[in-house]
C-alpha cells in the first residue's frame, strides 16, 4: 500500500514528508523541492501542506528545549499548532526561513502521524517495485 500510496503524491508532497521524517524546520523542505518548485509562491506551498494536515498525514509544530535526565539540552518538537492557526502561522514569510540565531527553540517543524508513515515507509508486505 505505501509505495502505491507515495507514488500518487505530488512532488511537493512528497518534500514535505522528507521534511516530516527528517523533523527538520519548515525552511529545510526547499532542499527538497524541485529547483522550479522552489520558487512557488508560500501560499501556494501552505495549501499543500494544509492538504497533508487535514488529511491527517503530518502535524505542524514549534520546536520546544527538552533537557535530557543527565542534564544535556536539546530539541524536541513541541505541541501541535492548532489547525485554525495554521493558516495565519503560515502566511508569516519568517516561518518559511531559518532562524537568524543559531537557536530552533520555536521554529516551526514537521511531524509525520501514524497515518503519515503508513505512507513513507515501505512495510514488510509492500512488494518491492523496480524503478516504478
Known amino acids: 500500500m505505501s509505495h502505491r500510496e507515495w507514488k500518487r503524491l505530488t512532488n511537493v508532497e512528497r518534500a514535505f514528508f ?7 524546520l519548515l525552511a529545510g523542505v ?9 520558487g512557488m509562491p508560500l501560499g501556494e506551498l501552505a495549501r499543500v501542506l494544509l492538504s ?21 539540552e536539546g530539541l524536541t518538537p513541541g505541541d501541535v499548532i492548532p489547525q485554525h492557526d495554521l493558516p495565519q502561522v503560515l502566511a508569516d514569510p519568517a516561518t518559511w526561513e531559518y532562524p537568524d540565531d ?11 502521524t501514524d497515518a503519515g508513515r ?11 517495485q523496480d524503478g516504478s
Open 18 to 24: 522528507i521534511n516530516a521524517f527528517e523533523m527538520d
Open 30 to 38: 526547499f532542499g527538497d523541492l524541485d529547483p522550479a518548485e522552489q
Open 52 to 72: 497533508l494536515v487535514d488529511r491527517g498525514f503530518v502535524e505542524v509544530r514549534r520546536y520546544a528545549r527538552w533537557i535530557a535526565d543527565d542534564g544535556r
Open 102 to 112: 543559531d537557536s530552533w527553540v520555536g521554529a516551526i517543524t514537521l511531524v509525520e
Open 118 to 128: 503508513r505512507i513513507s515507509r515501505r512495510s514488510p508486505e509492500d512488494p518491492a
